[in-house]
C-alpha cells in the first residue's frame, strides 16, 4: 500500500512562511509527478505546483513568485517553502502523486494525502 503522509501546517499570520513536507512510501519502482492542492470551504479543489521527477514545476498563478516546490527523488518526498502568506491562502493542502509504479503493477496511479490544514489569520 502507498502511503503519502503530509507535515508542517498551522497557524500562521500575514506575510509568514511555512514549509509543507509530504513522503511517499510503499514499493514503489517510480513517481512520475508530485504535487500540492487546495482546497477552501465552498471551492473547488485547485492545483498549487507540481513537480515531476525531472525538475520540472508549474505553478498557480496565484501563488507564483511566492510559493516554491522541491523535490527529493531519492526519499521519494516533495516540499512546498510558502512565503508572504495571505488570507486566501488559507485551505486544505493535499499532497498528491501521479504516475506511482509499484512492484505489484504495470500500471502507474494516482494517490492522495490526507490533507493539512493552512490558516493565516491575524
Known amino acids: 500500500q502507498v502511503q503519502l503522509v503530509e507535515s508542517g501546517g498551522g497557524l500562521v499570520q500575514p506575510g509568514g512562511s511555512l514549509r509543507l513536507s509530504c513522503a511517499a512510501s510503499?514499493?514503489?519502482?517510480?513517481?512520475?509527478?508530485m504535487g500540492w492542492y487546495r482546497q477552501a470551504p465552498g471551492k473547488q479543489r485547485e492545483l498549487v505546483a507540481s513537480?515531476?521527477?525531472?525538475?520540472?514545476?508549474n505553478y498557480a498563478g496565484s501563488v507564483r513568485g511566492r510559493f516554491t516546490i522541491s523535490g527529493d527523488n531519492a526519499k521519494n518526498t516533495v516540499y512546498l517553502q510558502m512565503n508572504s502568506l495571505k488570507l486566501e491562502d488559507t485551505a486544505v493542502y493535499y499532497c498528491?502523486?501521479?504516475?506511482?509504479?509499484?512492484?505489484?503493477?504495470?500500471?502507474?496511479?494516482?494517490?492522495w494525502g490526507q490533507g493539512t490544514q493552512v490558516t493565516v489569520s491575524s
Open positions: 510503499g514499493t514503489i519502482l517510480s513517481i512520475g509527478a
Open positions: 513537480i515531476t521527477s525531472g525538475g520540472s514545476t
Open positions: 498528491k502523486a501521479d504516475g506511482v509504479h509499484t512492484t505489484a503493477s504495470r500500471y502507474g496511479y494516482q494517490y
